[in-house]
């Protein structure tokens, strides 16, 4: 028995965890505005191209993440889990955080640059439009499992107006639509 | 260095302090990580700022701004670079190591838990529901952050024009992400650059 085998990678080999790893590393780096900027490109990669996971699990995974304390970045390791197990958390999280956090280790060590020099405040200015893009990209993909469920549109657009208009905590909405959901999305 | 006393305690509000080991490190991110539910960052400030005493604010906006325009999950940067200020890349590994070890443990339980209740059709609509309100919460924060794009350089029309081309390639056409970030990106940087030049240079 393989070692992958016995981390219950669901079937996977070595070149699926090979390339899982890869195709995050990419993304890390990719990562402009945090790490929920490239939902969209992972669901592209895992359920589009790959087909390791359907829309639903996606979208649940993400849910999953949000509910529960700790950085956003975990929603990573549970489309890790989904996929591949104990393995594929690795993967995934090893991937989405290697390069950008070498990159970060070594500008906070060598090159604190002046956050006023005209380049950084161009790149940043330059990035913002596209940061708000991806988000509304990302948005959208979570969407896809229950766009056609004019209950879940309204949770949506009720979220989007309630945590603009007021300073409510992220831990209530998830809860309220957890209740909706449960009474009027099955 | 000038600290803010605005939101010290009373007593010695000038003083600093420093984390004194790899224990202590871990100990402080994995608390501050374990109260930040949607998001780590409000509770990095309190933690750090105001009940620590390890950085004035000052210090903590730089110390957000250097992780923000660094690629990669903006917390996990900003752990890594203050844990190696203060404790070498031993002190990195452990603010990483707090933020993350426990709270991965729990959502992996519920991720497998979910995964045992999935044909449960109460479990189900919960997450359908959950999953709703996770895309709302995405895109209430492009809508807030949208707000700051009247100071940008870019100006208004061309910050549309990237954003809705953006979300349009990727979300829409779903074309992959490496192509339009660098394409896309190094498009705004070049016109913010020269925006950029150009109002330094018509300024006094």
Known sequence: MSIAALLGTHGLGWDDLLALWLHFSVLSLLAV?????????????????????????????VAIAQAAPGP???????????VAGV???????LGIMGPSSLLAFA????????????????????????TLGLLLSTGWVLTAPTRHQPMAVALVLGTVALSVASRISPMWLIAAGAVVGALALR | MVAETTTAPADAPDALRCPRSCGELFRVFNRLALQGFGGVLPVAHRALVERERWQSPQQFVELLTLSQVLPGPNIINMALIFGDRY????????????????????????AATYQQHADNPWVAGALRGMGAVAAGLIIATAVKLARTVGGNPLGLP???????????????????MVGVVLGLGALGTVLAWRRLRALETTAP
Do not use: K
């Not at chain 1, 956003?72 to 989904?82: K, Q, S």
């Not at chain 2, 990483?96 to 992996?108: K, N, Q, S, Y």
């Open chain 1, 87 to 93: 393995a594929g958390v690795l993967a995934t999280m």
């Open chain 1, 33 to 61: 505005g945090g790490a929920i900027t490239t939902a969209p490109d992972m669901q592209r990669y895992l359920v589009g191209e790959q087909g390791w996971m359907d829309d639903a699990q996606f979208t649940a995974g």
């Open chain 2, 158 to 176: 061309l910050c549309a024009a990237l954003g809705a081309a953006t979300a349009v390639m990727v979300g829409w056409l779903r074309w992959p």
């Open chain 1, 72 to 82: 956003n970045i975990l929603f990573v390791a549970v489309m890790g889990w989904h």
């Open chain 2, 87 to 110: 404790l070498g890349w031993r002190g990195a590994l452990a603010a990483c190591a707090g933020l993350l070890l426990v709270p991965m443990f729990i959502v992996l339980v519920l």
């Open chain 1, 107 to 130: 500008v906070g060590r060598y090159g604190r640059r002046r956050a006023d020099s005209i380049g950084l405040r161009a790149f940043t200015a330059g990035l913002t439009p596209l």
